[in-house]
């Protein structure tokens, strides 16, 4: 990470409090994009034929690495690599301390009390089936009510659905209104004695809402329900303070913030995970093992059976030192200002409706072209260098809500420029005329 890029604007420090901005300097994009060796690569070479460069809109599914992240890793597997919690060796003592290392940057980035509350898993959706599948089986019985909200990615509803065919759980469902919003009179009546979780996104992947995390945590608590919320999207575009939020769970996932796929977090309240049984049997997560009975380490270790994503913990080690050095308020701030610009004028393109306006929603641009099928207009794109997604987006229910069966979406990363939201309106034109 070069010093240049370090603290602009505002961004947390280690008790995840915000210091005032240093002399504010310009998000300088241009030195961001050359850390990331993929955004220097053409698209759609062929013999005879230039390739076209790469707009890459698609950062809510999965963002590119930059070389910070690819350089840890490999620094890893070339020089400081072993197994980690089991040898006294010198390597895998090394490598233990820098994974751990990580556990506590992770804690950080979080702002939570203590690394002890940071689980490491695959993504963010072995996180929630942990919470289901431990805490759920645990603690629900036939009857008992876990609140999800329409705007859920299927990753959290999913876990759900299946401890209600397993222990016939009921789910209710928070509406949202036509831009996205959710209602939060109908969520507090939603609530009652039977409900023992409420497990909504904190930002949705297709229509970009950020949901009022303290607000319903605050309501939920009031009736002594857990709140989990599911970070995906957030943890990406903006800071996020799990103990201003009072979350007692909240997941996020390593490869949209610009890490390595195989790891994501859990965080969890300690009360609460010291409640919880392992889920998941093997090494690494007991205490001591006989054929008479076992006991188990204490979180976060009980949920952590098996050899670690080492490297891959390694690799989101160096992706959060990335963001934070950039500052998550700078990146937020970049990122508006290119959501604006497309959207402003994308609004100006007759035909195009946009989907989800909700005020205050991250970097992520869902719409429909009058006549158009999405999958055309995203094959169309792409042949322009256009990479944006299309789809359900993974939330089927969602669009079901608004009563579309695919959308095309672009999503903004911290390496995208006003060039690129200019170029996707001008692929989304240049679309609509083909189809005059
Ligand atoms: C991507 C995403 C997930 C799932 O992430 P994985 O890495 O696939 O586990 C869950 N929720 C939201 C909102 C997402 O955007």
């Known amino acids: 990470m070069p010093d240049a890029h370090r603290n602009r604007g505002h961004s947390p420090n280690a008790q995840g409090q915000h210091r005032p901005a240093l002399p504010p300097e310009p998000y300088d994009v241009e030195r961001v994009r050359a850390d990331f060796p993929i955004l220097q690569r053409l698209v759609h070479e062929r013999p005879g034929r230039l390739g076209k460069p790469l707009v890459y809109l698609d950062n809510a599914a999965s963002a590119q690495k930059p070389r910070a992240v690819i350089d840890a890793m490999v620094r890893c597997m070339e020089l400081e690599y072993a197994?980690?919690?089991?040898?006294?060796?010198?390597?895998?003592?090394?490598?233990?301390?820098?994974?751990?290392?990580?556990?506590?940057?992770?804690a950080c980035f979080l702002n939570a009390p203590s690394r002890d509350n940071i689980v490491i898993t695959r993504n963010a959706t072995e996180a929630i089936n942990l919470v289901a599948a431990s805490w759920g089986r645990t603690f629900l019985e036939r009857g008992d009510e876990v609140v999800l909200s329409v705007l859920e990615h299927h990753a959290n509803i999913v876990p759900?659905?299946?401890?209600?065919?397993?222990?016939?759980?009921?789910?209710?469902v928070v509406p949202c209104d036509e831009r996205g919003v959710l209602d939060l009179d109908a969520y507090a009546d939603l609530l009652g004695p039977r409900t023992k979780l409420v497990a909504i996104t904190h930002g949705s992947n297709v229509v970009g809402t950020v949901t009022p995390a303290a607000e319903i945590a605050r309501i939920a608590h009031r009736h002594g329900i857990l709140v989990l919320f599911d970070g995906s999207q957030t943890a990406v575009h903006m800071p996020v303070d799990v103990q201003a939020i009072d979350a007692d769970f909240y997941v996020f996932t390593g490869h949209k913030l610009y890490g390595p796929t195989g790891i994501g977090v859990l965080y969890g309240r300690r009360s609460v995970l010291h409640r919880m049984p392992p889920y998941q049997g093997g090494g690494d997560m007991i205490a001591a093992v006989s054929f008479a009975g076992t006991t188990y380490r204490d979180p976060p270790y009980r949920f952590e059976a098996g050899t670690p994503p080492i490297i891959e913990g390694i690799g989101l080690g160096a992706a959060i030192d990335y963001v934070e050095a950039l500052g998550r308020d700078a990146i937020a701030l970049h990122e508006h200002s290119l959501l604006e610009r497309a959207t402003t004028r994308l609004e100006r393109v007759d035909g195009v409706r946009i989907v989800g306006t909700a005020p205050g929603k991250?970097?992520?641009?869902?719409?429909?072209?009058?006549?158009?099928?999405?999958?055309?207009?995203?094959?169309?794109?792409?042949?322009?260098?256009?990479?944006?997604?299309?789809?359900?987006?993974?939330?089927?229910?969602?669009?079901?809500?608004?009563?579309?069966?695919?959308?095309?979406?672009?999503?903004?990363?911290?390496?995208?420029?006003?060039?690129?939201?200019?170029?996707?309106?001008?692929?989304?034109?240049?679309?609509?005329?083909?189809?005059?």
């Open 83 to 106: 197994n980690v919690h089991r040898g006294i060796h010198y390597l895998s003592q090394q490598t233990t301390d820098a994974y751990e290392a990580v556990r506590g940057k992770i």
């Open 160 to 172: 759900w659905q299946l401890l209600q065919a397993e222990k016939g759980i009921v789910i209710k």
């Open 362 to 436: 991250a970097a992520i641009l869902s719409f429909v072209l009058d006549g158009v099928h999405p999958h055309d207009l995203g094959m169309l794109a792409d042949q322009m260098g256009v990479a944006v997604r299309v789809g359900r987006h993974c939330a089927e229910p969602l669009l079901a809500r608004f009563g579309l069966e695919a959308t095309a979406r672009a999503s903004f990363g911290l390496y995208n420029t006003i060039a690129e939201a200019d170029a996707l309106v001008d692929a989304v034109m240049a679309v609509k005329e083909f189809f005059r």
